[in-house]
């Protein structure tokens, strides 16, 4: 079946512009996560859904991130006045259920000039 | 806040070496521990977990045992192949209530025929 996707797999924009990253989980995952990774480094903790809902932002960095999931399925990443240090690759990840395996998607990579 | 440690800089060794990468980690309550791999051009995947302390996960020939009196979940397999090159991170899920991940700076591994 098919897995995690994300799109774009590439975005380049220039400084102060608003991007939108898509994550289309598995189908019938209720759980999905997104995670930021800079070069050299793991995977950082962002946001996690629980259905529609937020259930955990504590790991956005500021308040010009912001992340959607209106209908419990599909979820858009949302960066304002985007900055060089936001550059990274940011990694979606969605699971069945609290406790089972999380399938991570092949990430957006994130380029802002 | 919880987090993870591993070994410094990249891993370079020959066919059916012996591999060895450490991890330790810091955590409040009783984590569940995890490794993932990267494989070039793919997405992260599971690798192996352990739930509790003296489990030992294992897969694909690689085991790793989540030891609480060391702190540490060293991953490890006895004759690696070419096709065990890539990234491997160490992670932890700790007493969130959401299961977010906290990994690792990941470790290079690259095996030579």
């Known amino acids: 079946g098919a897995g995690v996707s994300q799109t774009p797999s590439n975005k380049v924009t220039e400084k102060g512009k608003y991007v939108e990253l898509r994550c289309d989980p598995i189908s019938g995952h209720t759980a999905l996560y997104w995670y930021r990774q800079s070069l050299g480094q793991g995977p950082e903790f962002l946001i996690y859904?629980?259905?529609?809902?937020?259930?955990?932002d504590s790991g956005l960095p500021n308040d010009r991130f912001f992340a959607v999931r209106p209908e419990g399925s599909v979820s858009t990443l949302k960066i304002q006045r985007t900055e060089r240090g936001d550059s990274a690759v940011y990694l979606c990840?969605?699971?069945?259920?609290?406790?089972?395996?999380?399938?991570f998607g092949p990430g957006t990579r994130l380029t802002v000039l | 806040g919880d987090s993870v440690t591993q070994m410094e800089g990249p891993v370079t060794l020959s066919e059916e070496a012996f591999l060895t990468i450490n991890c330790t980690y810091t955590?409040?309550?009783?984590?569940?521990l995890f490794w993932y791999v990267q494989y070039p051009g793919e997405g992260l995947q599971l690798l192996l977990k352990?739930?509790?302390?003296?489990d030992k996960g294992s897969n694909k020939g690689f085991e790793a045992t989540y030891r609480k009196e060391t702190t540490s979940f060293h991953l490890e397999k006895g004759s690696v192949q070419v096709s065990d090159s890539a990234v491997y991170f160490c992670a932890l899920s700790g007493d969130y209530g959401n299961n977010r991940l906290a990994f690792g700076k990941g470790n290079q591994v690259v095996v030579i025929p």
């Open positions: 352990a739930t509790k302390a003296d």
């Open positions: 990840a969605s699971s069945s259920s609290l406790g089972y395996e999380q399938f």
């Open positions: 955590a409040t309550g009783y984590p569940s």
């Open positions: 859904f629980q259905g529609t809902g937020a259930a955990d």
